[in-house]
């Protein structure tokens, strides 16, 4: 990610809940074979970066869109986790297709370009465990702090909320540096 990027700032009430009741909607017109509709997100601005051989997956920094693209890369983790869940791994192929390149063999650096979207040096340690979790426990011991006594994750305090402590789910995130796209992997845009 570019140097000026801001730190990854969306709310809870700003912005996760617009964009969860978008996908709700999205989600229960195909399920009840209804007329869906495009849904636009927004454009995303990316710079594409040299490329040295024939090893590696191409880079693009994200100059517009590191908010979207990484909430996005947490939404497709959490639709992972609800599918591992339900057991249903037949359909996890595809969501794990949106979220990481899928052939090392050819990647420079596995550790970090299997991921589709890359964070900064300071974000890529919460972000490698929140998104290689394989249940909601290993999120609670992993991020204990994000979670209620209970196990439920911890929501905005009522009206008061600030836009600091409304933030949905404190991993510790501020945004992305880099997009990882593997030119060997086939990708699907429906």
Known sequence: ????????????????????????DKAEGRFNKGKVTPHFLGAVVLDPQPREGLVGVDVLH???????????????????????????????????????????????????EVFKVWPTFRDQKNFILAL?????????????????????????C???????NERQVGLGFSGHQRVHTNPYQPRSFK
């Open 158 to 164: 009522g009206q008061a909320a600030t836009d600091q």
């Open 1 to 24: 990610m570019p140097f000026y990027q801001r730190a990854y700032v969306w709310t809870l009430r700003d912005q996760w809940e617009p964009l969860w009741d978008d996908i709700r």
């Open 62 to 112: 994200i100059i517009d869109g590191q908010q979207r693209l990484t909430t996005l890369q947490f939404v497709l983790g959490s639709v992972l986790l609800t599918l591992r869940r339900a057991g249903l791994e037949n359909l996890m192929s595809v969501v794990t297709a949106c979220a990481r390149n899928g052939n090392p063999d050819t990647m420079r650096n596995p550790a970090t």
């Open 132 to 156: 290689e979790a394989h249940g909601l426990e290993e999120l609670r011991s992993r991020f204990p702090t994000s979670f209620t006594q209970v196990g439920t994750l911890k929501k905005a």
